[in-house]
C-alpha cells in the first residue's frame, strides 16, 4: 500500500513543480499561437477562411522569398565567420592575437538588434563612415561610392550581431575536443586550415547546427534591423505585419503572415530536433 | 441613525472640499514631447492662474493607435451608464475625433470659449470627411513639405508634374520612404495619387464611391515608373539624415520635424523647404471634452490658455516648431519677427493654406496604401 501511494506523491511533487513553468509556457506561448491561428483563418462573420492567406501570398510573396533569402545568406556568413574565429581561436599560433581576439569578438553579443540597426545606418550610409574610410585610404573614387542600405546591410547587420554567438559556442565546443587528434595531426604534417576542416570541424558539426539554427530562428524574428535599414519593398515579413497592425489594423493577415514565418522557422526546428533525436540515440 | 449618518456625510463633503485640490486630467495621444508640452509648459501656467488645480497629463502612445485608447476609455465609461469621466480634456487625432463625435463622446465647446472664433482652417469643422464643427480646437497643424537642398537644387520643382521630369534629369537624387517607414511618405503617395487621379477634393472629402479604385490604381501605375529614379529612405528620420549627409537632394519630411532637428544642430541650416501644387497632407491633434467630462468648465478655460494667441505663438511655434492650431494672423503680433520668419519663410501662409491639405477619407487612404503594394511594390 505505501509504495503506490509513495510512486503517487513523487508524480504529484513532480507535476507541482513543473506546473509553473508549464502554465507559463501555455499561458504565454501556446495560447496567443492558438489565437493567431485562429484569428488568421476566421472571416469577418466568424466563418472559416483562407481569405487573409490569400491576400498575404499576393501581397508579400516577394517579402516571404526575400526574408527566406537573407535569413539563408546570413546564417552561411554567420557560419563561415564563427568558424574562422572558433577555429583560430582554438589552433592560433600567436597567443597575443588570439588573446585579442577572444576578448574583441565577444562585444556584439551585448549590443541589442536595435542599436546594431542604428549603427549600420551611419555606417554603410552613402556618405557614411564605411565609405569615408575607403574614399579617404583611396580604395574607392568618392563617385563611385554607394549606399550599401539595402538587403545588404541587413545582411551585414544579422552577420556582425550574430556571428559571435555561434563563435562562442563553437569555440566551446573546439577547446573540448581531444587535444591529442590535432596534435597527432600536426605531427604527421597537417597544415593548420587542414587541422581545422579535417579534423576538428567534424567533432563540433552538432554544435555549430545548433547554433546556425538558433540564428536562423532569431533573425527570422527581427523587426528592427529591416525597419531601420530597408523597410522599403522588398522587405523581412516582419515589417509587414508591423505595417498591417500599426497602419491597417489588421490582425487577421498579420496573423496570416507570422503563421507563415513560423511556418519558416520550421524548417530551422527539423534541423535542430533531429540532431537532439540523434544525439539521444547516440547515447 | 439617519440623521447622524446625513451629518457625517455633509463633514466628510466639507472636508473633502476644502482639503483637497482639484485635478484636471488631460489624456493626450502622441509622442512623449505632447506630454511634455503639457506637463512643463501649459500646466505651470494654468495652475498659477487657478490657485487649487492640478494638471495630471498622461500620454496613450504615438500615431492614431493613441488616440484609438483614449477612445476606448471613454466609450467603456459610457457603456458603463458612468456619469463623471475621469478625462477632463483629451488630445486626438482627426481619425478618432470622426468616431467619438458620431458616437457622442464629446462635449460641443467651440462657441463657449472665447478662443472659438480664433479658428480659421477648414480642419476645425472637418475631420476626414466627418462633421465635427463645434466639437474640436486644433492644437496645432502640422505638414509634409518637400525639403531641399539650394546647393544641389537651384529651382525646386513647383508641382509634382514638375517633380516628374526632375527625377527623370536628376535620377536617384529625390528620397521618400515609402509606405512601410512612417507618414512623410505616405503623405507624399496620397498627395501624388491627389494630384494624378485629378480627383483632389473627391478623396478629402467623399462621398466615397468604390469605382474610383482604378482611377487611383492608374496614378500609382505613374508613381512605379517615378520610383525607378528615386532613392528608397528607411523612416521620417532616414529622409531627413540623407538629405543632411548629401545622399539625396531633396525628399518629403515633416515640417515640425525638420526644424526641430535643424534648431538641434542635426540639419544643415543651408536646407530650405517648398510646398508643391497641388499640396502636400498635413494634420492637426485637436483638444476635445469628453462628454460627461467630471470638471468641463475647468477643461473649457484650460483650452482658452492653450489656443490663446500667446500660448499658440511661445508654445506651439517658438518651443514646438508645429504651425498655429488657430488662425496665424491672431499669432504673429504676438511674436518677434524673427520666430516668425523662421516658421513662414520658405512656405508662406497664403502657400499653406493653398496647398496644406488634409489626408484622404479613410476608406480612400486604406485603397491607396494598399493600391500602393499592390500596384507599385509588385
Avoid at chain 1, 515589417?239 to 511556418?263: E, F, K, M, Q, W
Avoid at chain 2, 446625513?6 to 485640490?21: E, H, K, R, S
Wanted: overall charge positive; charged content about 15%; aromatic content about 10%.
Amino acid at each position: 500500500m505505501t509504495a503506490p501511494m509513495g510512486i503517487f506523491r513523487g508524480r504529484g511533487v513532480a507535476l507541482a513543480l513543473i506546473a509553473p513553468a508549464l502554465a507559463v509556457v501555455g499561458l504565454f506561448f501556446v495560447a496567443p499561437l492558438v489565437m493567431s491561428g485562429v484569428v488568421a483563418f476566421r472571416g469577418k462573420g466568424g466563418e472559416f477562411t483562407l481569405e487573409h492567406f490569400r491576400k498575404s501570398f499576393d501581397y508579400y510573396t516577394t517579402d516571404l522569398l526575400f526574408t527566406l533569402a537573407i535569413v539563408l545568406l546570413s546564417t552561411l556568413l554567420i557560419g563561415l565567420v564563427a568558424i574562422a574565429i572558433a577555429g583560430y581561436l582554438t589552433l592560433g599560433g600567436h597567443p597575443r592575437t588570439v588573446a585579442v581576439l577572444r576578448w574583441l569578438y565577444r562585444w556584439p553579443l551585448f549590443i541589442p538588434f536595435v542599436v546594431a540597426g542604428q549603427l549600420m545606418r551611419t555606417f554603410l550610409a552613402k556618405n557614411g563612415m564605411l565609405n569615408h574610410v575607403l574614399i579617404g585610404s583611396g580604395l574607392i573614387e568618392p563617385l563611385s561610392a554607394q549606399s550599401l542600405l539595402d538587403w545588404r546591410g541587413i545582411v551585414v547587420a544579422f552577420v556582425w550581431k550574430q556571428a559571435p554567438f555561434v563563435t562562442l559556442l563553437l569555440a566551446g565546443a573546439m577547446a573540448a575536443v581531444e587535444s591529442q587528434h590535432i596534435e597527432a595531426a600536426r605531427n604527421l604534417g597537417a597544415r593548420r586550415l587542414r587541422v581545422l576542416v579535417d579534423i576538428v570541424l567534424p567533432q563540433v558539426r552538432g554544435t555549430l547546427l545548433v547554433g546556425l539554427v538558433l540564428s536562423f530562428v532569431t533573425m527570422l524574428s527581427v523587426l528592427s534591423v529591416p525597419l531601420m535599414i530597408n523597410p522599403n519593398s522588398p522587405t523581412m515579413v516582419t515589417v509587414d505585419v508591423a505595417y498591417r497592425i500599426s497602419t491597417h489594423g489588421d490582425y487577421p493577415v498579420a496573423n496570416a503572415l507570422c503563421l507563415l514565418s513560423l511556418a519558416l522557422a520550421a524548417i530551422g526546428a527539423v534541423f535542430y530536433l533531429r540532431h537532439a533525436a540523434a544525439q539521444v540515440e547516440g547515447k | 441613525m439617519k440623521t447622524r449618518m446625513f451629518i457625517l456625510a455633509v463633514a466628510l463633503a466639507f472636508a473633502g472640499a476644502t482639503a483637497a485640490q482639484t485635478t484636471l486630467n488631460v489624456v493626450t495621444a502622441g509622442d512623449q514631447n505632447m506630454v511634455d508640452y503639457v506637463n512643463n509648459y501649459l500646466a505651470p501656467k494654468f495652475e498659477a492662474a487657478n490657485p487649487g488645480v492640478k494638471v495630471r497629463a498622461v500620454g496613450t502612445g504615438p500615431g492614431d493607435a493613441g488616440s484609438q485608447k483614449i477612445y476606448e476609455k471613454l466609450s467603456a465609461r459610457q457603456k458603463a451608464g458612468n456619469n463623471e469621466w475621469d478625462v477632463d480634456v483629451a488630445v486626438i487625432h482627426q481619425l478618432a475625433s470622426a468616431t467619438m463625435v458620431k458616437e457622442k463622446l464629446l462635449l460641443p465647446y467651440r462657441n463657449d470659449v472665447s478662443v472659438g472664433k480664433l479658428v480659421s482652417r477648414d480642419t476645425a469643422k472637418n475631420a476626414l470627411g466627418a462633421d465635427v464643427d463645434g466639437y474640436v480646437m486644433p492644437m496645432f497643424h502640422s505638414q509634409i513639405v518637400f525639403a531641399y537642398n539650394p546647393d544641389l537644387v537651384k529651382a525646386p520643382p513647383k508641382s509634382f508634374v514638375e517633380l516628374n521630369d526632375w527625377v527623370k534629369k536628376n535620377p536617384k537624387q529625390f528620397g521618400y520612404n515609402g509606405v512601410k517607414g512612417g507618414m512623410s511618405g505616405v503623405g507624399f503617395v496620397t498627395g501624388w495619387v491627389s494630384a494624378y487621379s485629378g480627383m483632389g477634393d473627391k478623396l478629402e472629402k467623399g462621398p466615397y464611391d468604390a469605382s474610383a479604385a482604378p482611377a487611383i490604381d492608374k496614378a500609382l501605375s505613374g508613381l512605379k515608373e517615378f520610383n525607378q529614379y528615386v532613392v528608397m529612405t528607411p523612416g521620417n528620420a532616414g529622409t531627413l539624415d540623407m538629405l543632411n549627409r548629401g545622399e539625396i537632394a531633396m525628399g518629403p519630411v515633416w515640417v515640425d520635424m525638420f526644424y526641430t532637428w535643424q534648431a538641434d544642430g542635426r540639419m544643415s541650416p543651408k536646407i530650405k523647404l517648398v510646398l508643391p501644387s497641388p499640396g502636400l497632407p498635413g494634420q492637426p491633434m485637436y483638444y476635445v471634452i469628453p462628454a460627461k467630462a467630471a470638471h468641463a468648465q475647468l477643461a473649457k478655460k484650460f483650452i482658452e490658455l492653450a489656443e490663446s494667441p500667446e500660448v499658440q505663438a511661445d508654445g506651439i511655434i517658438k518651443q514646438f516648431n508645429w504651425y498655429p492650431g488657430i488662425d496665424p494672423q491672431y499669432v504673429q503680433p504676438k511674436l518677434d519677427q524673427a520666430a516668425w520668419n523662421k516658421l513662414f519663410t520658405d512656405i508662406s501662409p497664403a502657400d499653406l493654406s493653398k496647398y496644406g491639405r488634409p489626408f484622404p477619407l479613410s476608406p480612400y487612404f486604406k485603397d491607396i496604401v494598399e493600391g500602393y503594394e499592390r500596384v507599385v511594390l509588385k
